[in-house]
């Protein structure tokens, strides 16, 4: 199976800051990645999807790059609703994995 | 607009069977290209991937749960279920039910709200 990481496992920031989040593959997986924010007590929500689509409805603030083995999540301008984790998904390979996450917390 | 809904038993007794079903509204389990999962999340950790199904009856398990694992569908009740046996409080967690956004090879783009389901005596 792929393992993937996350950096940083938890990011402190303010409203308005630019932060990225760090997602590396134990092997390439060309760009199929998929970015979700999930929030206490809610089901994930798909951000982003083939390591830089963005899902519809999502905040253009929001983008995603790279492929192969590194990719990146990255929010623009933080806003007070985007507090929460943030899991990358691999869906190249079977089984599916998830990251362990990147909590995104109020500084 | 399509919703999914997970229902079943919060509580299960070690070594019986989790079931749980999701029920899909606003549109049908049989749309083309669309397969439907199941994903669960211990408390306080992270996601893991348990198996998908596409409305014909074709599924995918992850190895790690293949051999306790059944995934079946309805589509007269425009629904698909979860059968976990042998359940241990390892599996205690909150399972959702997801829409892969497209073929297997897709992510999920639309999700269930979660059931909590626990396994103790």
């Known amino acids: 199976a792929i393992w993937m990481t996350q950096s940083p496992s938890l990011l402190s920031a303010s409203t308005g800051d630019r932060v990225t989040i760090s997602c590396r593959m134990s092997?390439?997986?060309?760009?199929?990645l998929a970015w979700y924010q999930q929030k206490p007590g809610k089901a994930p929500e798909l951000l982003i999807y083939?390591?830089?689509t963005l899902q519809s409805g999502v905040p253009s603030r929001f983008s995603g790059s790279g492929s192969g083995t590194d990719f990146t999540l990255t929010i623009s301008c933080l806003q007070s609703e985007d507090f929460a984790t943030y899991y990358c998904?691999?869906?190249?390979?079977?089984?599916?994995?998830f990251g362990p996450g990147t909590k995104v917390d109020i500084k | 607009q399509l919703q999914l809904q997970e229902s079943g038993p919060g509580l299960v007794k070690p070594s019986e069977t989790l079931s749980l079903t999701c029920t899909v509204s606003?549109?049908?389990?049989?749309?083309?290209?669309?397969?439907w999962g199941w994903i669960r999340q211990p408390p306080g950790k992270g996601l893991e991937w348990i198996g998908s199904?596409?409305?014909?009856?074709?599924?995918y398990y992850n190895p790690s749960l293949k051999s306790r694992v059944t995934i079946s569908v309805d589509t007269s009740k425009n629904q698909f279920s979860l059968k976990l046996s042998s359940v241990t409080a390892a599996d205690t967690a909150v399972y959702y039910c997801?829409?892969?956004?497209?073929?297997?090879?897709?992510?999920?783009?639309?999700w269930g709200q979660g059931t909590m389901v626990t396994v103790s005596s």
């Open positions: 606003g549109g049908s389990i049989s749309s083309s290209s669309y397969y």
């Open positions: 092997q390439g997986i060309s760009s199929y």
């Open positions: 083939a390591a830089s």
């Open positions: 997801a829409r892969h956004e497209g073929d297997f090879w897709t992510a999920f783009d639309i």
């Open positions: 199904i596409y409305y014909s009856g074709s599924t």
């Open positions: 998904q691999q869906y190249y390979s079977f089984p599916f994995t």
